[in-house]
C-alpha cells in the first residue's frame, strides 16, 4: 500500500511562488502515476496535475499551465508541484494522489477526469491573499 504524505503549503502573496511535495513510501514508486487535486471552499475538485513513473509525460489542467510545473525524483520517491504567480483563485487544499499503471494515457486521464484514484495524502492548505 503506498503513503503519501504532502508539505509545502502555507500562505503567499498574490504573485508569489511555493513548491509542494509529495513523498510516497510502501510501494513501488515508478508503478504509479503521482500528481495534484485541489479543492477549495464550496467548489468541486480538480485535477491540477500528474506524472506518469512509466514514461514521464505529464498532464496539466489548462486552469495552470504555463504557471505550475511538475516533476519528480525517483530517488527521493517524491513529487513536485512548483507554483508560480499564484493567484486568490489558486486558494485551496492541494492533494497528493497516485494511480497505479504504466498505461499513461489512463492514468493520467484520472487526472483530467477527477476519478479513479488509488491513494489520496491527507492534504496541504494553500492560500493566496491579494
Known amino acids: 500500500e503506498l503513503q503519501l504524505v504532502e508539505s509545502g503549503g502555507g500562505l503567499v502573496q498574490a504573485g508569489g511562488s511555493l513548491r509542494l511535495s509529495c513523498a510516497a513510501s510502501?510501494?513501488?514508486?515508478?508503478?504509479?502515476?503521482i500528481g495534484w487535486f485541489r479543492q477549495a471552499p464550496g467548489k468541486e475538485r480538480e485535477g491540477v496535475s500528474g506524472?506518469?513513473?512509466?514514461?514521464?509525460?505529464?498532464y496539466v489542467a489548462g486552469s495552470v499551465k504555463g504557471r505550475f510545473t511538475i516533476s519528480r525524483d525517483s530517488a527521493k520517491k517524491t513529487v513536485y508541484l512548483q507554483m508560480n504567480k499564484l493567484t486568490p483563485e489558486d486558494t485551496a487544499v492541494y492533494y497528493c494522489?497516485?494511480?497505479?499503471?504504466?498505461?499513461?494515457?489512463?492514468?493520467?486521464?484520472?487526472?483530467?477526469?477527477?476519478?479513479?484514484?488509488?491513494?489520496w495524502g491527507k492534504g496541504t492548505l494553500v492560500t493566496v491573499s491579494s
Open positions: 494522489s497516485a494511480v497505479l499503471g504504466h498505461d499513461s494515457r489512463y492514468t493520467l486521464g484520472q487526472f483530467a477526469n477527477s476519478g479513479g484514484m488509488d491513494y
Open positions: 510502501g510501494g513501488t514508486f515508478d508503478d504509479y502515476a
Open positions: 506524472i506518469s513513473g512509466f514514461d514521464g509525460k505529464e
